[in-house]
């Protein structure tokens, strides 16, 4: 069972609010990454780090950004909430080694009014 | 670009009855394979990867699949399925240069009691 925690689980906020999801991982993996999940749709990565001080954007734009100043967490931010960002966000985080295997979080669901 | 492609979007079997889920991959060299299972309001949890090696794999709740080079596949099967299989089956493809993973849309099982 992967240690990885996501707060909070549900959102429902107004637009034009600053918002922050949390994510931590207990086990001292290097790698964090987070992905967006629309409802049938695939996941597609928006942030992803290597370790702390490194953050990169993925392969999917989004307004949103993140920092790593400790290893075990990894928050993502908006500053101004809009409609368009509802959606659900999963954390995963992955050992060092290549290829490793991702462990994901249960996922926050964020609804913007 | 590496891509994944999982035809079926919704399936249903009975309880008991063997499944098998497609996945068709796109990329260019030996591809890095993996299957991924998400129950309702959770996150993604790993079933199984495929590196090198034995062409058949053998993952967690007795499911397995196989690597098929010629036909760009690398389908899920299980032999009997049981009710708390119900759930939503992503499989992902990963390039070992980018270190990054490529999901499919999903497939979402439903079991007949």
């Known amino acids: 069972e992967a240690d990885i925690y996501q707060t909070p689980r549900y959102l429902v906020i107004g637009t034009g609010k600053k918002i922050t999801l949390e994510c931590s991982q207990t086990m001292g993996h290097d790698k964090m990454y987070w992905y967006q999940q629309d409802p049938g749709m695939e996941l597609h990565l928006i942030h992803y780090?290597?370790?702390?001080?490194?953050?990169e954007k993925g392969d999917l734009s989004s307004e949103s950004t993140v920092s790593r100043i400790r290893t075990e967490h990894f928050p993502l931010t908006l500053e101004s909430a809009r409609p368009s960002h509802t959606s659900q966000y999963l954390c995963a985080s992955s050992p060092s080694g290549v290829l490793d295997t991702q462990y994901f979080g249960p996922g926050t669901r964020l609804t913007v009014l | 670009a590496q891509s994944v492609t999982q035809p079926d979007i919704h399936i249903t079997v009975s309880e008991g009855a063997s499944l098998e889920l497609r996945c068709n991959y796109s990329?260019?060299?030996?591809?890095?394979l993996f299957w991924y299972v998400q129950s309702p309001g959770q996150g993604l949890q790993l079933l199984l990867k495929y590196f090198s090696g034995d062409t058949l794999v053998q993952g967690i709740k007795g499911f397995e699949a196989e690597f098929k080079r010629s036909q760009s596949s690398f389908n899920l099967r299980k032999p009997s399925v049981h009710w708390s299989d119900a759930a939503e089956y992503f499989c992902?493809?990963?390039?070992?240069?980018?270190?990054?993973?490529?999901f499919g849309t999903g497939t979402r099982l439903a079991v007949r009691p």
């Open positions: 992902a493809v990963g390039a070992i240069s980018g270190d990054k993973l490529t």
């Open positions: 990329y260019g060299a030996t591809p890095y």
């Open positions: 780090s290597y370790g702390v001080n490194s953050t």
